[in-house]
């Protein structure tokens, strides 16, 4: 099986070297030449000399828009690909989107697969991530399956072709919505004299504990690291790809509206480059701006 991977950004370089290490003949290419440095021969000159002879062309890609024109656009990936080959989509794109650069796909005789992933880059350089795939083609997501294997822990077939990129975005902003409530039930906390590190250990120990509050909360948020790796910017966007599929279907949904408008504030006030961890720090800055906590006091 000869596969392409397109977009070695922070995801997609320890996935493809993941791929690399399994032994997968693959070839990868990305718009910053300097990472044929990383990559060595294995680097294409261009997208489309990547998918060339390729059964599997895997995007990992910024966002929807940008897949559609790496595929389909002028010196496109898919210029030389042959007929039959499977477009799997990692990215997290918009779910109309992809049914719509489906339907394309299908006319110019290739099949697609959208599966995005959950568990930042640590995870995806073990092959240990999470993957939501959505397809109509049962035999393409069959063919893709040993390296959606190779990449995840656990691969979750949800649906139709978009079901993927739709159960990314709202897991996301479920995510959104638990750490962005996280965040300032400790900060009235604090501001009632309940030490953080004591509220969190009431959360754990409570119905207000997730995953968030497990694994987050203490190293990252607390200890004010804030570095676990996935910016504010791109949780933002996964958040507004729920919002807007939520209005696509005309769903009233008022929690999912007001974690939008969150996040969006969130992200004009403390920046999209901010580690996603800082939500923190704009509950502060909306109530005084002093930290509730610092490392040393977490620690303690």
């Avoid at 690399?20 to 990383?38: H, I, K, M, Q, Y």
């Avoid at 895997?58 to 039959?84: C, H, K, W, Y």
């Avoid at 072709?161 to 750490?179: E, M, P, T, V, W």
């Avoid at 909306?286 to 040393?296: E, F, H, V």
């Amino acid at each position: 099986m000869k596969v392409a991977f397109i977009g070695l950004g922070n995801m997609g370089q320890p996935m493809a070297r993941h791929l690399l290490d399994a032994g997968f003949d693959l070839t990868v290419f990305d718009v910053s030449p300097a990472l044929r440095e990383t990559f060595g021969a294995v680097f294409a000159t261009t997208a489309s000399e990547a998918c060339e002879g390729a059964d599997i062309v895997i995007t990992m890609l910024p966002n929807g828009q940008i897949v559609r024109d790496a595929l389909l656009g002028s010196g496109g990936a898919l210029e030389r690909a042959r007929p039959g080959m499977v477009v799997l989509d990692m990215s997290s794109s918009d779910a109309t989107g992809t049914v719509a650069l489906g339907a394309d796909l299908k006319a110019l005789g290739f099949a697609m697969v959208d599966a995005p992933v959950s568990g930042g880059m640590a995870l995806a350089g073990q092959g240990k991530l999470s993957i939501m795939a959505g397809t109509d083609d049962a035999d393409a997501l069959a063919r893709c399956m040993p390296v959606l294997d190779a990449l995840g822990s656990k691969v979750l077939p949800v649906g139709k072709l978009g079901a993927g990129h739709a159960a990314k975005a709202i897991n996301n902003l479920i995510g959104a919505a638990i750490l962005g409530v996280t965040s300032e039930g400790m900060v009235l906390a604090r501001r009632f004299g309940i030490d953080p590190g004591t509220m969190l250990d009431v959360l754990n120990s409570a119905t207000g504990r997730s995953g968030i509050s497990e694994t987050i909360f203490r190293p990252h948020v607390l200890e004010r690291k804030f570095g676990v790796g996935f910016a504010l910017g791109l949780m933002t966007k996964d958040v507004n790809l729920a919002a807007s599929l939520k209005d696509g279907l005309g769903v009233d949904l008022p929690l999912f509206a007001s974690t939008a408008r969150c996040w969006n504030d969130a992200m004009a006030r403390i920046g999209p480059a901010t580690d996603f961890s800082a939500y923190l720090t704009y509950v502060e800055e909306l109530n005084g701006g002093d930290a509730i906590t610092n490392p040393a006091k977490a620690d303690s």
